[in-house]
């Protein structure tokens, strides 16, 4: 039997996109290798959104180069962001690479590699226009009681920093009926906790039919619903798009988690301008406000970005301000890199690297102060838990 191994960069929706890469390979018949050098397939799923992402792939990629040399027969497939970003170039930059795919034409492996993995198409790329929803492929999930089920797919924002609406395309959301029939079979299955992904979650259904009962909130009441959910989270939402009626639902529903990751980018107003946030740091402040008042005990979460174009040190500080206001559980933290193609990284006034890396050191010191806090608030307190495995750095 041939082998593949597969090696998952990036975000939630690049994890479920491998689990439905290891369905299609296993559907044609190959099993999974324990190691890279075993295998006779090795699949990267690549992400794009920064620089250092980049970087590792580079290094990776080294190592699947050297293995091939070795072993001729091998297949090196890249899919993912990357891929899709760099379409044009991958097979000159790297042309050991047999085959690329993007996020939204996965299917394609299935044609190239054929049944067993044998008859590779050489330097083949899933074609731009015909995506689908990676959703509809067979799945080899990681875990037997958690599950991600994709709601939409692409981004109809316009966030300046951004490059994932340029690789994964217009939002198109996918059919609740499908959702539902997806949610059904887990449960049966035993999964307990759903996650329900996209890149603006809650601008789902907006796409699809005006006749009312297909909005975010909707399909939050029908998912609840679901005998056997216990546990629903969801990610992204973008502030902008968390509206009252979600914000009942997930007061309403009994399995909705209490946590909100809500990705405040930045606390200054005028920055949050400069990136296309649409809201401002007072608005933010009022969503917090009321998605506490809404739901007690209600962990928070977040994504920001230091050393945006124009950032001074008094934007930077209004950032640490509402850190601390929020009081957030946990927090990415992230240096602004610029991405080819969007606009901030045309913008003048880049902010240099050694003042980037100073505000990130402090900006975690903070998160990681807070974050404590709250853990040290639960302490001596009962609570429902959900064991997904050993640790990863203590077994
Ligand atoms: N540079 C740094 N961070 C970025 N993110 C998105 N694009 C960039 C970029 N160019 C961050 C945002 C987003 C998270 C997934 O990654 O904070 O919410
Ligand atoms: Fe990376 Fe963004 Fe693509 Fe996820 S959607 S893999 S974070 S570039």
Redesign the pocket.
Same mark, same amino acid.
């Given at each position: 039997m041939r082998r593949y191994f597969v090696t998952t960069f990036g975000?939630q929706m690049n994890a479920h996109d491998s689990e439905r890469i290891k369905g299609l390979l296993e559907d044609l018949g190959l099993g999974e290798a324990t190691t890279q050098d075993e295998a006779d397939v090795v699949v990267f799923n690549t992400c794009t /959104? @920064?620089e250092k992402p980049d970087q590792r792939l580079a290094a990776h990629l080294g190592n699947a180069a050297a293995l091939k040399r070795r072993k001729p027969g091998m297949v090196v497939a890249v899919g993912g962001c990357y891929a899709e970003a760099q379409r044009e170039r991958i097979f000159e930059r790297y042309p050991f690479v047999d085959v690329a795919f993007g996020p939204g034409t996965i299917r394609h492996l299935g044609d190239w590699l054929g049944a067993g993995g044998v008859g590779v198409a050489r330097h083949s790329f899933g074609t731009a226009g015909e995506r689908r929803f990676s959703a509809e492929l067979p799945t080899q999930r990681e875990r037997p009681v958690q599950a991600w089920v994709q709601v939409s797919m692409g981004c109809n924002s316009v966030?300046a &920093?951004? /490059? *994932?609406p340029q690789v994964r395309g217009r939002e198109v959301s996918r059919r609740p009926g499908e959702i539902l029939a997806e949610v059904t079979a887990l449960a049966r299955q035993g999964v307990r906790e759903v996650t329900l992904l996209g890149q603006n979650v809650n601008s789902y259904g907006r796409d699809l039919a005006p006749d009312a009962t297909t909005g975010f909130a909707e399909l939050l009441r029908a998912v609840d619903s679901v005998d056997g959910i216990e546990r629903i989270r969801f990610t %992204?939402p973008h502030p902008k798009d968390f509206r009252p009626d979600v914000i009942e639902a997930m007061a309403g529903c009994d399995a909705v988690c209490e946590h909100a990751h809500l +990705?405040l980018?930045s606390g200054s107003t005028r920055i949050l301008k400069s990136m296309r946030r649409t809201y401002s740091r007072e608005r933010y402040l009022r969503l917090v406000a009321d998605l506490r008042g809404a739901i007690p005990d209600l962990a928070l979460t977040t994504? *920001? /970005?230091v050393g945006f174009p124009g950032e001074t040190e008094a934007d930077f500080l209004e950032t640490l301000e509402v850190t601390e206001e929020v009081g957030f559980d946990g927090a $990415?933290t $992230? *240096? &602004? %890199? +610029? @991405?080819t193609g969007?606009e901030?990284a045309a913008m003048p006034d880049q902010v240099p690297e050694e003042l980037k890396r100073e505000r990130i050191e402090r900006l975690i010191d903070l998160v990681q102060r807070i974050a404590g806090d709250c853990n040290r608030q639960r302490v001596g307190r009962t609570e429902q838990v959900l064991v997904e495995g050993p640790s990863r750095t203590d077994p």
């Open positions: 975000c /959104i @920064r966030c &920093y951004c /490059i *994932v %992204s +990705p980018q994504d *920001v /970005i $990415f $992230f *240096v &602004y %890199s +610029p @991405r969007t901030a």
